[in-house]
């Protein structure tokens, strides 16, 4: 009898750990998405005050993080935008489920109110 108990445990513990297994695998195999914004701001109260701070908050639950926002830019060719903005996703799928978001859409009319932007979302590398 505790052999079969035993037998039972061993084949729940190794569905479990494939299980695991399976789904880090899956996790690798989904590149980043970023979201790539290029700002020219014409309201700069309202970006600063209505827009700017109810954003990071928005960005949250899908696991967005700003890898580059609103510091220096250096012109190498061409002309450098007022402001660029990058936010980095686990995947494309996260970073269009942010953009797509009740919580980010309320925003999104601030934001064209406040400035023109540029916004797309690129596909990152996976290795």
Partial sequence: MNAKFALAGLLVAGAVIGSVITSALRAQSSP???????????????????YAPKLP??????????????????????????????????????????YDSPAYQELVPVRQRASKTTLFIAEGRTN
């Avoid at 979201?35 to 970006?47: G, L, Q, T």
Wanted: charged letters at 25%.
């Fill in 32 to 50: 980043p998405g970023y979201v790539v914004a290029e700002v020219a701001i014409h309201d700069m109260d309202v970006f600063t005050k209505e």
């Fill in 57 to 98: 908050a928005t960005l949250q639950p899908y696991g967005g993080r700003f890898l580059v926002a609103g510091g220096k830019l250096t012109a190498v060719e061409g002309d450098v935008p007022q402001r660029f903005v990058i936010i980095a996703f686990d995947s494309v799928d996260k970073g269009r489920a942010w």
